[in-house]
């Protein structure tokens, strides 16, 4: 399993970016998606989950109506479309794959990406 994320970066406030996360080695589309952020000293807080076929999403409040979590199934990607960013958003953005709910399966992480949001 690998999941690689892309699309991080600097950003000015009310700005926006869009985050892509490529998996690979497991069934992409039997497999919700989320994206967690984590800032030093703080613990992993989850940004947003996607159903596995895209049909259900939630969001943490404070991205509600800025932040939208997507998928192409046929492209193994799940997205973060992230507009009207504020400073307080600058942390490192993870692409989780969510366990099944039966034995001998497990969560995966990425590797990261930063997002910096700053004037």
């Known amino acids: 399993v690998q999941l690689v994320e892309s699309g991080g970066g600097l950003v000015q406030p009310g700005g926006s970016l869009r985050l892509s996360c490529a998996g690979s080695g497991f069934i992409f589309s039997s497999y919700a998606m989320s994206w967690y952020r984590q800032t030093p000293g703080k613990e992993r807080e989850l940004v947003a989950i996607?159903?596995?076929?895209?049909?259900?999403?939630h969001y943490r409040e404070s991205v509600k109506g800025r932040f939208t979590i997507s998928r192409r199934n046929a492209m193994n990607t799940v997205y973060l479309q992230m507009n009207s960013l504020r400073p307080e958003d600058t942390a490192v953005y993870y692409c989780k794959r969510e366990k099944l709910p039966r034995p001998n399966d497990y969560d995966y992480w990425g590797q990261g990406t930063q997002v910096t949001v700053s004037s």
């Open positions: 996607i159903s596995s076929v895209g049909g259900s999403t």
